[in-house]
C-alpha cells in the first residue's frame, strides 16, 4: 500500500503516516515516502512541484521496489495524486482511496487551505495550522504544536517553493478533470470529515460522486481535515475491510 501525504508546511510521509502504517504492520506491507518538495526528497532541478510531478515520482518509486500491484492511500494534496496515479495506471494500482481529498472539478481555493499553504514558520503558525486541521480543539495541545513547529522550520526552505501567492493556480493544476476521474477502473473508496474546513465536504468529495466509476464515499461527523488524527481507529478499519 502506498500512502502519500498531503501539503501543509512540515509534512512528511512519516509524520502523516507512521501511526497507520505500524497499526496495519504484519497485515499490509506500507510505503509512505516524503513527495516532491518535502521531508527528504528534493524537488527536481527547476521544478516547483505539481501534479505530474508528484504522480510520475509515485510511479517511479513503486517500479523501483518492483510492485507490479499495489493499493494507493493519499490524504488531502495526496488524494489527488492517489487518483490521477489510478487514472495512468490502470492495469497497475488495484484500489484507490482519497481522504479530504483535492482534485475534484470546480473546486475553489478555501480560505482555510490559502491560510495553511502560507502559515508561517514557528509556534505561533503551527497552532493556527493545526486549528484549522483540526475540528476538535483539545487536539491543538502544546505537544502537538510544538512538534509542527520543529517540522515546519526544517522544512521551510524547500516550502517556500512549493506554493507562493497567487495560490488558486495550485489548486488548478490538483484539479483532475472529468476525462482523467472517468478513466479510473480501480474501485475508489473517499473518506471525509463532515467539518472539514480545508477540503471542504460538499466542494472536494462530493462532485466526484458523478466523475469516478467505481466509488464509495464514507464521511465522519465531528471532524476536520485529517481523520487519521481524530478518527485513528474507524479510519484503520476503513482501509483494511477495503483494501483487502
Known amino acids: 500500500m502506498l500512502l502519500l501525504h498531503g501539503s ?29 518538495g518535502f521531508g527528504h526528497s528534493p524537488l527536481p532541478h527547476g521544478s516547483r512541484g505539481g501534479l505530474q510531478v508528484w504522480t510520475e515520482r509515485a510511479a517511479a518509486l513503486m517500479d523501483e521496489l518492483g510492485a507490479t500491484a499495489y493499493s494507493v492511500v493519499g490524504h488531502s494534496m495526496g488524494g489527488a495524486v492517489a487518483l490521477a496515479l489510478a487514472a ?16 475534484a472539478p470546480g473546486a475553489p481555493l478555501s480560505p482555510d487551505l490559502d491560510a495553511l499553504w502560507g502559515a508561517p514558520p514557528g509556534p505561533h503558525g503551527a497552532r493556527d495550522m493545526l486549528g484549522r486541521l483540526l475540528h476538535d480543539p483539545a487536539l491543538v495541545t502544546d505537544a502537538a504544536v510544538a512538534a509542527r513547529a520543529e517540522a515546519m522550520e526544517a522544512g521551510k526552505d ?17 484539479t483532475l478533470s472529468p476525462t482523467i476521474l472517468a478513466a479510473i ?3 475508489v473508496l473517499l473518506v471525509h470529515g463532515a467539518r472539514d474546513r480545508v477540503t471542504p465536504l460538499a466542494e472536494s468529495a462530493l462532485p466526484l460522486l458523478d466523475h ?16 487519521a488524527v481524530e478518527h485513528p481507529g474507524e479510519l484503520r478499519r476503513l482501509l483494511l475491510d477495503f483494501l483487502t
Open 158 to 174: 524547500s516550502f517556500a517553493a512549493l506554493f507562493p501567492p497567487p495560490r488558486e493556480r495550485w489548486v488548478d493544476d490538483l
Open 212 to 227: 469516478v466509476p467505481d466509488v464509495r464515499l464514507h464521511v465522519f461527523g465531528r471532524c476536520g481535515h485529517v481523520p
Open 88 to 103: 495512468a495506471l490502470p492495469e497497475r494500482v488495484t484500489r484507490a482511496v482519497a481522504v479530504s481529498t483535492m482534485g
Open 185 to 187: 477502473r480501480a474501485p
Open 8 to 36: 501543509g508546511p512540515g509534512t512528511t510521509g512519516a509524520g502523516a503516516w507512521s501511526a497507520t502504517a505500524t497499526a496495519l504492520a504484519g497485515r499490509v506491507r506500507c510505503i509512505a515516502p516524503d513527495q516532491a
